[in-house]
């Protein structure tokens, strides 16, 4: 693990990606991180390069709210009922207050609105495929580290000479972020994904098979074993494997070593190619 990576409250997605290849022993980039947040499985979170408007709002029960009936716009037969804020699933709303904050760093993606479409519009872009073709009327979302929901907000100006201005909801997340990962997420899917399996029971038959040598299997296993020949993009680097071995309980000098020597020899020495 990288020493400043202590100090560090968030990195960006291909560097997170390296180190969970260290952990489950299989080539991660920004694309499956991606899948991973899409799926449910991972926070993502963004960091704002300048200063963003927003209104705080409250995740309240729909128990907690005096909801209102109307007509509805397309069928006067029918009624629709208002819960004074954004329905966010069948048993909460979200109540956004007038308050304008501006607000800038890294925030955590809830996924509840435009702040989704974002991540899966990058996530096509990087398929080289078209973004999605979605907005979210509700607006983009973001969570504070003491669970506060944003809705981030576009600022426009009034038509006449006074200047004043007025705000609006944004549709996506702004040009100007990145999306990034916190350490303690990144913490979090370590220890979901890494960690040595259990030799296999032919070597813990086999007494003169030392544990060095039961590790340096199960990397070969982990690392290559669903390698493919022609596929360059499944071939890990040796620092990664190395890595690896290291956090089981290598030194450095023999986990270098160790990577170089289970490395298949139709791997080559090369890298492999870039996301």
Not at 219 to 247: C, D, P, T, Y
Request: proline residues 3%; negative net charge.
């Amino acid at each position: 693990m990288s020493k400043l990576r202590k100090f560090q409250k968030w990195i960006g997605l291909a560097e997170a990606g390296t180190m969970l290849s260290e952990s489950c022993g299989e080539r991660i980039g920004e694309l499956e991180l991606l899948r991973l947040a899409l799926e449910g499985h991972a926070n993502l979170s963004v960091r704002f390069i300048n200063f963003e408007y927003a209104k705080r709002g409250k995740i309240v029960s729909k128990s907690e709210v005096s909801p209102k009936f109307a007509r509805a716009f397309d069928d006067a037969a029918k009624t629709v009922t208002l819960w004074g804020g954004i329905e966010i699933n069948d048993n909460e709303v979200i109540l956004i207050d007038d308050e304008i904050f501006k607000i800038t760093d890294v925030w955590d993606l809830p996924m509840l609105g435009g702040e989704l479409f974002s991540v899966q519009s990058y996530y096509e872009k990087l398929h080289f495929r078209d973004s999605v073709d979605k907005i979210s009327i509700d607006g983009a979302f973001v969570r504070g580290e003491n669970e506060e929901i944003f809705q981030l907000q576009v600022r426009q100006e009034t038509p006449d000479a006074n200047q004043t201005y007025y705000y609006i909801p944004m549709h996506e997340l702004p040009r100007e972020s990145e999306l990034v990962i916190r350490t303690a997420e990144v913490t979090r899917l370590e220890s979901i994904l890494g960690g040595a399996q259990d030799s296999p029971q032919f070597l813990e038959d086999k007494k003169f098979v030392s544990d060095d040598l039961k590790l340096l299997y199960l990397a070969a296993e982990r690392f290559w074993g669903k390698a493919e020949i022609s596929n360059r993009q499944s071939h890990m680097k040796n620092a990664v494997v190395a890595g690896w071995l290291v956090k089981n309980g290598f030194s450095q000098k023999l986990a270098d070593a160790g990577a170089t020597i289970i490395r298949p020899d139709w791997a080559g020495v090369g890298r492999p190619p870039e996301q």
